[in-house]
């Protein structure tokens, strides 16, 4: 969720730099590659982090004995075609509450 940030913060400082220095159009090229770089680091960080939050959900959801195997199938489809709006859901309903309900027994 922060690499999103940082990259529409990104986007929008770039778009703000092109509008500011669009009539000067000799340091137009050096400015657009060197925002640009950023931006591609940003998204290659966001690919990573989001491709290694899908193995470790779809690990954790397989190897959660407190879930049967239906509710597993729906949670590993609503991870891979939900993304990253699934995995916060699956970390309030099955880690963060399970690990409360641990700590009151």
Known sequence: ??????????FFTFIIHIL???QQEDIMPDMMLGNIAWMIIVVLLLAVSSLALLIYFIIHVINNKTVDSTERIIWVLI?????MVGFPVYWYM???KEEGRIADV
């Open 1 to 10: 969720m922060i690499l999103l940030v940082v990259y529409i913060f990104t």
């Open 20 to 22: 500011k220095h669009a």
């Open 94 to 96: 099955r880690i963060w």
């Open 79 to 83: 991870f891979i075609f939900a993304g």
